[in-house]
């Protein structure tokens, strides 16, 4: 069965620090892999998605970037946050096929820039 | 562009009423539509979805029919519980395979 990591849970950082969040995808290959953010009570944002290795759409302008070095690895960084970039990212993937491609999510990394 | 708009909360309800949440979409095509529950402090669940008009997707008691004469897929319960408490997403997908659409998500809770 396939299974989705993120890492941390929760993370804390200051003003003007840099970010790391990775993601990553087991029992599966190819996979289609997106980065969302949920501010405080609001819906899903999609920041970033991904068809392959090294391919990267971003959908939305801004300080952060993504990366993907590894078939099922995707990495959310930042070289310098923004109180603005609080709230919880969601990784998901899923399969590149035909058929309705449902996205299944990780448990989410919640971050608090201060 | 595609879209998808629920209706809003919170909703809050008593154990065992009935739970209706609308969702209507808007798409060039023929999605697929999906609803997801997002349980506090969790990542999203998918609940049900559905591939084709007239699919009713069905899961836990909950049930949505796609209907695309009113672009619709509107969540029912017959009977809910308190452990149904959660934000629940109405989301489309263009094509299989793509990203998808969320809507701004329903909170819901219910008192016992």
């Known amino acids: 069965s396939q299974t989705i990591h993120q890492w941390p849970a929760t993370l804390v950082q200051p003003v003007g620090s840099p970010l790391s969040l990775e993601c990553t995808v087991e029992?599966?290959?190819?996979?289609?892999l997106y980065w969302y953010r949920q501010a405080a009570g609001r819906g899903l944002q999609l920041l970033f998605y991904?068809?392959?290795?090294?391919?990267i759409s971003s959908e939305v302008p801004q300080n952060l970037s993504a990366s993907r070095p590894q078939d099922r690895q995707f990495i959310l960084s930042s070289k310098k946050l923004l109180l603005s970039d609080s709230g919880f990212y969601l990784c998901?993937?899923?399969?590149?096929?035909?058929?309705?491609?449902?996205?299944?999510f990780g448990p989410g990394t919640r971050l608090t820039v201060l | 562009g595609d879209s998808v708009t629920q209706m809003e909360g919170p909703v809050t309800l008593s154990e065992e009423a009935f739970l209706t949440i609308n969702c209507t979409y808007t798409a060039t095509g023929y999605p697929s539509l999906f609803w997801y529950v997002q349980y506090p402090g969790e990542g999203l669940q998918l609940l049900l979805k559905a591939t084709k008009a007239d699919d009713k997707g069905s899961n836990k008691g909950f049930e949505a029919t796609y209907r695309k004469e009113t672009t619709s897929f509107h969540l029912e319960k017959g009977s809910v519980q308190v452990s149904d408490s959660a934000v629940y997403f109405c989301a489309l997908q263009e094509t299989s395979g793509s990203r998808l659409t969320f809507g701004e998500g329903t909170q819901l809770t219910v008192n016992p």
């Open positions: 029992g599966t290959s190819n996979p289609n």
């Open positions: 998901a993937w899923n399969r590149q096929s035909r058929l309705a491609g449902t996205q299944y």
């Open positions: 991904s068809i392959g290795i090294g391919q």
